[in-house]
């Protein structure tokens, strides 16, 4: 079992900067990647971020030069910097642990509100 916390959302105005943060915590040694995730009312979830254990990152198309994913020193730990942030960006935001075996855990997410 892996538990992941998130923390840093808030309300920001157009331009502004959030910086999220998850913790995992349990059988951390299972994860192959961790992610970032967001849902935006009547939209389905999508990918926003995603780190592999070697580092390797990857975004989506409407994130890239604004968003950077990082990980902690300690590997369980991964960050979302959010830079120039729209108000498109508006939803809940969702951590998720990739497990090698496969399937996944997810966290309960937190609310990002970007104001125009």
């Known amino acids: 079992q892996v538990q992941l916390v998130e923390s840093g959302g808030g309300l920001v105005q157009a331009g502004g900067s959030l910086r999220l943060s998850c913790l995992a915590s349990?059988?951390?040694?299972?994860?192959?990647?961790m992610g970032w995730y967001r849902q935006a009312p009547g939209k389905h979830r999508e990918l926003v971020a995603r780190?592999?254990?070697?580092?390797?990152?990857n975004y989506a198309d409407s994130v890239k030069g604004r968003f950077t994913i990082s990980r902690g020193n300690a590997k369980n730990t991964v960050y979302l910097q959010m830079n120039s942030l729209k108000p498109e960006d508006t939803a809940i935001y969702y951590c998720?642990?990739?497990?090698?075996?496969?399937?996944?855990?997810w966290g309960k997410g937190t609310q990002v509100t970007v104001s125009s």
């Open positions: 780190i592999t254990s070697g580092g390797t990152t």
């Open positions: 349990g059988s951390i040694f299972n994860i192959n990647a």
């Open positions: 998720n642990a990739e497990i090698i075996s496969g399937g996944g855990y």
